[in-house]
């Protein structure tokens, strides 16, 4: 009789095994692809989101560096009536800070009103530059969980489509797909627009300490042409 229980117990230990191993062997591509089409347009924000994060981030990286004694180099050239060298050096340095003092640079001998607005002009091109696609970065952020909402919705249409369809003979595999639907899409969509607000923060304060510098370039050079003639 114990040999009988025995081989009982290993005949269906198999069984329970493979049922556990079934249960988790699910994957995220498999929830993925549980969410239908509205996974597929979410997987292409997301790639668009991280494309835009680390190209911005790259740009901005590179704007930001600066030549500590550029603007000391700067005074110097211009104290000592070296114009061409101060020019020569702002295209050497070619960041944004360079490009603004080199557009002021052009323009001395003209009244320092029309200095100071070229070197604003200049300054807000140079900005708009740091600043593109970043509007399409912060759509994303408030876009992505709309359309993961509405992954919801449509699936929740699927289960109880499927429960009218099906009549007395309601079944929990039967609206598992429009759950599924419904929930992985949910999931989808916050993930993907979570990101993208946190990279399109982290980009704008980026983009707000370039800004200051480029202000306080501004001051600087404008208060070099103020300088009393020694």
């Known amino acids: 009789m ?9 005949n269906q230990t198999p069984q329970v095994t493979e049922e556990i191993v079934t249960q988790q062997s699910i994957s995220a591509i498999d929830l993925a692809i549980k969410g239908g089409w509205v996974m597929a347009i979410l997987g292409v924000l997301f790639v668009i989101a991280i494309y835009i994060f680390f190209e911005r981030y790259k740009a901005i990286k590179n704007a930001s560096k600066e030549d500590t004694n550029f603007m000391n180099r700067i005074k110097d050239y211009i104290h000592n009536g070296k114009i061409e060298s101060a020019t020569a050096l702002c295209q050497s340095a070619n960041n944004p800070v360079a490009r603004m003092i080199e557009k002021g640079i052009s323009r001395l001998g003209r009244p320092l009103n029309d200095i100071n607005t070229t070197i604003e002009n200049t300054g807000n091109i140079e900005i708009g530059k740091l600043e593109k696609n970043l509007a399409t970065l912060a759509t994303i952020s408030g876009g992505a969980p709309m359309i993961g909402f509405l992954g919801t919705v449509i699936g929740m249409i699927r289960a109880f489509y499927d429960m ?37 923060n982290y980009l704008v304060s980026s983009v707000d300490k370039v800004v200051h510098k480029l202000e306080a370039r501004t001051t600087e050079f404008m208060d070099l042409l103020n300088e009393p003639a020694s």
Request: no cysteine; glycine share 14%; net charge negative.
């Open 164 to 200: 009218s369809q099906a009549g007395n003979n309601i079944d929990v595999s039967l609206l598992s797909g429009g759950i599924y639907t419904a929930m992985v899409t949910t999931v989808g969509g916050l993930v993907v627009g979570i990101m993208a607000y946190f990279a399109y």
């Open 2 to 10: 114990i040999t009988t229980i025995l081989q009982i117990t290993l």
